[in-house]
């Protein structure tokens, strides 16, 4: 089945270094959504890429996703301490029952080292 | 602001218990789901539903069964719980059919099987 892996898995960072997480997926999909989930807390909603080859940033962050539409990159820049948290990519597919369900990627854990 | 809401933030059970698990969310979207998340696995979904009374097998369905009598309400249930059961139950909804639309998560509940 469709399959969206993210690396690394992990990431180690000291304040004011760049982070970028990566995602891949088996399939082309029609769009991508971006989560973050801090530690304790529930995954939240960042931001959803349509288009081939489409950048959109969201002040640090910049989201990429590929022309072929299977890969997309989460960047952030100068990362601070309010960064740290779990960042997932999840993108679309359909079940056995014709429905729309999304695939979520492991996640990249970051810490973020004042 | 979109508000889902779980029945309880920690829950513990014996082994062999049913276990009932509530979510509610109040800006009338059609779709709810229900993931369980795991260290390592991300967020894997185990059923979702697009209308009242309407529901269909997410990733891993086995074990678990779902009710949605009425549109804001989503339980899951857990026949008989087992140890391999332990985990992190997230309820999500989205506006609207099909993968385009963010999904709003609540807090979670953690739930140990003893």
């Known amino acids: 089945g469709q399959q969206v892996m993210q690396i690394p898995q992990y990431q180690h960072v000291q304040e004011g270094e760049d982070f970028t997480t990566y995602c891949n997926s088996s399939?082309?999909?029609?769009?991508i959504q971006w989560y973050k989930q801090r530690p304790g807390g529930h995954p939240v909603f960042l931001i959803q890429?349509?288009?081939?080859?489409e950048v959109k940033k969201q002040k640090r962050l910049t989201f990429q996703f590929g022309e072929a539409k299977k890969n997309s990159s989460l960047h952030i820049t100068a990362t601070q301490t309010t960064d740290v948290g779990t960042y997932f990519c999840?993108?679309?597919?359909?079940?056995?029952?014709?429905?729309?369900?999304?695939?979520f990627g492991a996640g990249t854990r970051l810490a973020v080292h004042p | 602001d979109v508000k889902v809401t779980q029945s309880s933030r920690y829950l513990v059970k014996r082994t062999g218990e049913k276990v009932f698990l509530e979510c509610v969310q109040d800006?009338?979207?059609?779709?709810m789901f229900w993931y369980r998340q795991d260290p390592g696995l991300g967020l894997r979904l185990i059923y979702f539903?697009?209308?009242?009374?309407?529901?269909e097998k997410g990733d891993i369905p086995e074990g678990y069964s779902v009710s949605r009598e009425k549109k804001e309400r989503f339980s899951l249930i857990l026949e008989s719980a087992s140890t391999n059961q332990t985990s992190m139950y997230l309820c999500?909804?989205?506006?609207?059919?099909?993968?385009?639309?963010?999904?709003?998560f609540g807090p979670g509940t953690r739930l140990t099987v003893t």
């Open positions: 999500a909804s989205s506006l609207n059919r099909g993968s385009s639309y963010e999904q709003y």
């Open positions: 399939t082309t999909l029609s769009n």
């Open positions: 890429l349509v288009k081939s080859g």
């Open positions: 999840a993108g679309p597919t359909i079940n056995s029952g014709g429905y729309n369900k999304l695939i």
């Open positions: 800006m009338d979207h059609e779709n």
């Open positions: 539903s697009y209308d009242v009374k309407m529901k």
